[in-house]
């Protein structure tokens, strides 16, 4: 069964930053591209940003490009994502998704529970 | 970047009716590239239909998914108590954006 599990969310102040964590079980974490998505209080969906396989290829939307960093260790079978910057409008629900191929462009098959930002002085 | 409009908002009904969800895009998304979610309360979104048409592992076949170019729908045949949630249409054929949401609620 898959299971993803972010952790790492919390109260941050603005132009503050967190790392975001997110553990992969019940499938091979490394042959798959990996995204974080979110979610503010009451919203709709926003994609954020997505990794290649490998962590050789990231991708990000506009909103966030040059202050989130995507990483992953494959060896850990964990997902990251450090967040710079921090302003009142990346408070969210931020969740981990599944990408079902090595692709970015593409839709999340898994979902896990989310870890909620807050970013607030 | 492709804007996906999602309606009605709110979708009124009772258990045992149909409904039809729409997703407009604002230009032609290629190869159907559009995915559908269903959101719960509290929870995570699920996937029930990619590629514009295809079920999802596990989904049952009351979920089906048509459209094609900048109109899609989600239909739900006969609703059950647990199907009552937020409907969510992504598209995947020009970057990732996502729909604001059909709340289909109990009349």
């Known amino acids: 069964e898959v299971e993803l599990l972010e952790s790492g969310g919390g109260l941050i102040q603005p132009g503050g930053s967190l790392r975001l964590s997110c553990t992969a079980s019940?499938?091979?974490?490394?042959?798959?591209?990996m995204s974080w998505v979110r979610q503010a209080p009451g919203k709709g969906l926003e994609w954020v940003s997505t990794?290649?396989?490998?962590?050789?290829?990231?991708y990000y939307a506009d909103s966030v490009k040059g202050r989130f960093t995507i990483s992953r260790d494959n060896s850990k079978n964990t997902l990251y994502v450090q967040m710079t910057s921090l302003r009142a409008e990346d408070t969210a629900v931020y969740y981990c998704a599944k990408v079902p191929r090595d692709f970015w462009r593409y839709y999340f098959d898994y979902w896990g529970q989310g870890t909620l930002v807050t970013v607030s002085s | 970047e492709i804007v996906l409009t999602q309606s009605p908002a709110t979708l009124s009904l009772s258990p045992g009716e149909r409904a039809t969800l729409s997703c407009r895009a604002s230009q032609s998304i290629s190869s159907n590239y559009l995915t559908w979610y269903q959101q719960k309360p509290g929870q995570a979104p699920r996937l029930l239909i990619y590629?514009?048409?295809s079920r999802a592992t596990g989904i049952p076949d009351r979920f089906s998914g048509s459209g094609s170019a900048t109109d899609f729908t989600l239909t739900i045949n006969r609703l059950e108590p647990e199907d009552f949630a937020v409907y969510y249409c992504?598209?995947?054929?020009?970057?990732?954006?996502f729909g604001g949401g059909t709340k289909v609620e109990i009349k």
């Open positions: 590629g514009a048409s």
């Open positions: 992504q598209q995947y054929g020009n970057s990732l954006t």
């Open positions: 990794i290649s396989a490998s962590g050789g290829s990231t």
């Open positions: 019940g499938f091979t974490f490394s042959i798959y591209a």
